[in-house]
């Protein structure tokens, strides 16, 4: 399997929202697509790259929030690439059912009162849908990896595990003052969203100790493993916070 590189996709400056695309000499993945609008920020730094959209295999979405699946339908046009993303997040990409928002602190529960999480994008039905847990190998894409079912952040999030112990994670754990931003990405903090922390929790834990040494987010990073650890082992503690939009699954809220 020929090298592998990672390259950042600042779809908002200082980190704040990042896209990435995996580049191998067999094919390059897009993992996550930005807020409504980003195709040509993602285009610009394809071409800085020698790269052009028909160069993207597989459109990877990590979750269905907007900052990350929101170009998602345009790329797709553009590329011709499929869209892989996992079933329990579908009746959101279709737009079937609005986003729920748990909030995780005082920066969520401003954010939610604000138009921008629930911007609508345009709504799209994935072309390959995980359905469960089970491991999927990125090989026929060109990528020595696979893609896995990481549930916490929303029902339907997914993380992709590379064999160079790259982990990229979407919004499973964040860092950064006010998500990205100047100061402190070393240091991780929780999105301003989260439906379980105890959940993410477990899987930031199993994607340590599957091997992942180098996490690459949607806000921030990245992050290596110890600080990963380090916030998993704070969350393990910590209950759902209060959600603040239709369709919430926490009754206890
Ligand atoms: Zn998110
Ligand atoms: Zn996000």
Same mark, same amino acid.
């Given at each position: ?8 996709? /600042? ?14 000499? @067999? ?5 996550? !697509? ?27 979405? !990590?979750?269905?929030?907007? =900052? ?5 339908? !345009? ?15 579908? =009746? ?5 059912? &609005?986003?729920? +928002? ?12 604000? &138009?921008?999480?629930?911007?609508? +994008?345009?709504?799209?039905?994935? =072309? ?25 952040? !929303? ?10 112990? =790259? ?24 999105? /301003? ?7 993410? @929790? ?19 990073? /990245? ?16 209950? &759902? ?9 926490? &009754?206890?809220?």
């Amino acid at each position: 399997m020929p090298a592998q590189q990672i390259i950042r996709i /600042p779809i908002l400056p200082f980190n704040m929202v990042n896209a990435h695309l995996i580049r191998s000499e @067999a094919g390059s993945i897009l993992v996550d !697509t930005g807020i409504p609008g980003s195709e040509r920020k993602i285009e610009r730094v394809l071409s800085r790259h020698g790269l052009s959209f028909k160069d993207i295999k597989l459109i990877v979405v !990590t979750h269905a929030h907007t =900052d990350h699946a929101g170009s998602a339908a !345009t790329v797709r046009e553009l590329s011709g690439a499929p869209i892989l993303a996992h079933q329990d997040d579908v =009746d959101f990409y279709t737009r079937k059912i &609005p986003m729920t +928002y748990c909030t995780t602190g005082w920066a969520g529960r401003i954010f939610v009162k604000t &138009p921008v999480p629930h911007e609508p +994008y345009q709504g799209f039905q994935p =072309d390959i849908l995980l359905k469960n847990a089970d491991a999927t190998s990125l090989e026929e894409f060109g990528v020595d990896g696979v893609i896995r079912h990481t549930a916490g952040h !929303t029902p339907g999030s997914i993380a992709i595990e590379l064999a160079t112990k =790259d982990a990229m994670v979407g919004d499973l754990i964040a860092s950064g003052i006010l998500i990205g931003g100047i100061a402190f990405n070393s240091r991780a903090m929780r999105p /301003p969203f989260e439906d379980d922390p105890q959940t993410v @929790a477990r899987e930031l834990q199993r994607l340590v100790r599957a091997g992942a040494e180098r996490f690459h987010m949607g806000h921030g990073g /990245p992050l290596g493993a110890a600080e990963v650890l380090r916030h998993a082992r704070l969350l393990s503690t910590m209950t &759902p916070g209060p959600c603040m939009s239709p369709g919430c699954e926490h &009754p206890s809220h």
